[in-house]
């Protein structure tokens, strides 16, 4: 049934896409989107961004933790994956440029973080959005880490508000949504125009159709 994710919720959505670009990911073969560099991976409506030089964005910085310079970086334009995320070493792996995308810790080598890793705003308001949906779920939590990102495989507790008629009505918990990212990528009916800068990752409200919702 259809599912909408409200903007936080989205953001764990955004993340999981984070996931399957990552260099480390991808030159291991351990990312369901392997291989898949210019391939149509989502519908038109998906467009997501790696930026570094948002004014004031939480992961804006002048330089990564390589000294590469920041950049915006084209993820997924109109469905199609433009780029994986990189730094030098992982770059060198997949005989790739570095994205600029060199997070360092305490200890140990660099890894690949996010700057600014967001979902593109659509057209629609989050009003409009639930108006469309005859009877579904409206998600305001997610719970557990039922994520395979090698599969897509994806399965995690969830409450928030049933949807009845186009209007939000009583409130779910203790259920369970379930579906492939892959899948999702490719279902997303609705993107809303409420996209906010609250971390480094962001998403609007999302309509995603086919979704199995699970409870008693």
């Given at each position: 049934?259809?599912v909408v994710?409200?903007?936080?919720?989205?953001?764990?959505?955004v993340g999981?896409?984070?996931?399957?670009?990552?260099?480390d990911a991808?030159y291991r073969?351990?990312?369901?989107?392997?291989g898949?560099?210019?391939?149509?991976v989502?519908?038109?409506?998906?467009?997501v961004?790696?930026d570094?030089?948002?004014?004031?964005?939480?992961g804006?910085?002048?330089?990564?933790?390589e000294?590469?310079?920041a950049?915006?970086?084209p993820?997924i334009?109109?469905?199609v994956?433009?780029?994986?995320?990189?730094?030098?070493?992982?770059?060198?792996?997949l005989?790739?440029r570095?994205?600029?995308?060199?997070a360092?810790?305490?200890a140990?080598?660099p890894?690949?973080?996010p700057?600014?890793?967001y979902?593109a705003?659509?057209?629609?308001?989050p009003?409009?959005?639930?108006r469309s949906v005859k009877n579904?779920?409206?998600?305001?939590?997610?719970?557990g880490f039922g994520?395979?990102?090698?599969?897509?495989?994806?399965?995690?507790g969830?409450a928030?508000?049933?949807i009845?008629?186009?209007?939000?009505?009583y409130?779910?918990?203790e259920?369970t949504?379930?579906g492939?990212?892959?899948e999702?990528?490719n279902?997303?009916e609705?993107?809303?125009?409420?996209l906010?800068?609250?971390?480094?990752?962001a998403a609007?409200?999302l309509?995603?159709d086919?979704?199995?919702?699970a409870?008693t």
């Amino acid at each position: 049934m259809p599912v909408v994710f409200d903007p936080e919720t989205a953001r764990s959505l955004v993340g999981h896409i984070f996931e399957a670009v990552r260099g480390d990911a991808i030159y291991r073969s351990a990312s369901f989107l392997t291989g898949k560099l210019g391939q149509r991976v989502a519908g038109e409506n998906l467009t997501v961004f790696d930026d570094g030089l948002r004014l004031g964005g939480f992961g804006s910085r002048p330089f990564d933790d390589e000294g590469v310079p920041a950049s915006v970086t084209p993820v997924i334009e109109q469905g199609v994956l433009q780029n994986y995320l990189l730094n030098c070493y992982t770059a060198r792996k997949l005989n790739l440029r570095t994205t600029g995308n060199a997070a360092r810790g305490v200890a140990g080598p660099p890894a690949v973080g996010p700057k600014n890793f967001y979902l593109a705003a659509g057209k629609d308001s989050p009003q409009e959005i639930i108006r469309s949906v005859k009877n579904g779920f409206y998600v305001t939590d997610v719970i557990g880490f039922g994520v395979n990102i090698v599969t897509g495989d994806y399965s995690r507790g969830a409450a928030g508000l049933w949807i009845e008629n186009g209007e939000l009505t009583y409130p779910v918990e203790e259920v369970t949504i379930a579906g492939n990212l892959a899948e999702i990528l490719n279902h997303i009916e609705g993107v809303g125009s409420d996209l906010e800068f609250r971390s480094a990752l962001a998403a609007p409200t999302l309509l995603v159709d086919g979704l199995t919702v699970a409870g008693t």
